[in-house]
């Protein structure tokens, strides 16, 4: 295990670093270092390691939320309003409804296939949006309509929208039932999730202010009580639907809103260790891409992948209409909004384990989408922002 999470970090920082010099997305170079050391190419990797990727995944994962709560002032979300709250739901939905067109028609499939396909690929990645919209907050692009705040936050919530719906697909083809109660998971998830991650962080501003600690203690409490949100998540899955995710990310919004000056505090260190979690997250998502699988993928596959991105950025689109952005800013919200990679890698092989007719073909569909999107909007943000955003 030593020796593969050797070759994980120094092969991902020296590729991320040449793409770097390259003008391309360091995140570019690391997916590259996972599929190099993967078991489909030259199989580098330790069995114990690939066995704990889900997790390790995940912990990147709460450290980059965490850091997004953090920073993130619920007045500027206030600012934004109707658009933030669309931002959530409505461009996944306009790229499911596309799959749901595209795909019976290119691959023969059935339309509940389809809709599995589709709700795989419409998550966005938090991992890849994310950084992105803190570094573009700090340095002060997109402020004054509180551009990267819509995005950060939509990302975040997007996810918990997708997966329910996934879930409720899923649970349809393998001979369940889909109930108005499926659908009411979605808003109960949400609702859940903020309210115990904000109550957890009060709670928490009231403990640091009593007991004096050292930042670093601080940093290792609410990890630990970040670990065990995501434990409350698994427990009460089918019982009562929480999101644990949402409810970190709340936890570090109420600790912004209640104890400023430790947030800024906090922010510093969790972007210490986002250097060595970001490493570990993208390099172990090109750990799970099949090449085998993307070169069987063919132009109908391509075709639902960049058929599916159109249908999103409309939808984007429309979440924006009658809002006071110009032109360039919705360009740079359309384009921000488009790259997957952490959901599709964790739920790409589902339906195939599941014995879903089409699993190979969604298995295909959501390595392409990952090998597509995620350079295509990394390098978008990267480049654009600075000439779409005002400053």
């Known amino acids: 295990m030593l020796t593969s999470l050797a070759l994980i970090f120094l092969l991902g920082l020296m590729l991320g670093s040449i793409f770097n010099k390259l003008k391309l997305p360091s995140i570019l170079g690391m997916i590259i270092t996972g599929m190099i050391l993967s078991p489909y190419a030259l199989n580098l990797l330790d069995p114990s390691i690939l066995g704990i990727s889900a997790d390790l995944r995940q912990l990147a994962l709460i450290i980059i939320l965490t850091r997004a709560g953090l920073s993130l002032d619920i007045e500027d979300l206030k600012k934004v309003g109707r658009p933030a709250i669309l931002m959530c739901f409505l461009p996944a939905c306009f790229e499911i409804v596309a799959v749901i067109l595209i795909a019976p028609r290119v691959l023969g499939i059935s339309i509940l296939e389809a809709a599995i396909m589709g709700s795989v690929l419409a998550a966005v990645s938090p991992a890849v949006v994310v950084p992105r919209m803190l570094k573009i907050m700090e340095e002060g692009y997109g402020k004054e309509r509180s551009i990267p705040q819509l995005i950060l936050a939509g990302a975040s919530v997007d996810d918990v929208f997708v997966i329910v719906l996934f879930t409720a697909f899923t ?205 295509f909007g990394a390098i978008c943000i990267d480049r654009l922002y600075p000439k779409l955003l005002e400053r």
């Not at 800024?264 to 099949?290: C, M, P």
């Not at 599941?354 to 390595?367: D, E, F, K, P, T």
């Open 171 to 375: 649970s349809l083809a393998s001979g369940g039932e889909i109930s108005a109660t499926s659908f009411l998971q979605i808003p109960i998830s949400i609702i859940l999730g903020i309210i115990i991650g904000a109550l957890l962080g009060i709670g928490l501003c009231m403990f640091f202010k009593r007991f004096h600690m050292r930042d670093s203690i601080k940093i290792l409490i609410i990890l630990s009580l970040s670990f065990l949100l995501m434990e409350i998540q698994y427990r009460l899955e089918g019982i009562m639907p929480v999101s644990g995710l949402l409810a970190i990310m709340s936890m570090g919004i109420a600790i912004y809103q209640k104890y400023n000056i430790l947030a800024k505090r906090l922010s510093i260190k969790y972007n210490k260790l986002w250097v060595a979690a970001e490493v570990l997250l993208f390099v172990l998502v090109g750990a799970t891409v099949d090449l085998n699988y993307a070169v069987k993928a063919g132009v109908y596959s391509v075709a639902i992948v960049l058929g599916a991105l159109v249908f999103r950025i409309i939808g984007v689109y429309v979440c924006l209409l009658k809002t006071q952005l110009t032109k360039n800013e919705r360009l740079f919200c359309m384009l921000a909004y488009t790259p997957k990679a952490t959901v599709q890698a964790a739920i790409g092989a589902i339906p195939l384990s599941m014995g879903v007719a089409s699993g190979h073909q969604v298995l295909i569909v959501a390595v392409l989408s990952i090998l597509i999107t995620a350079p």
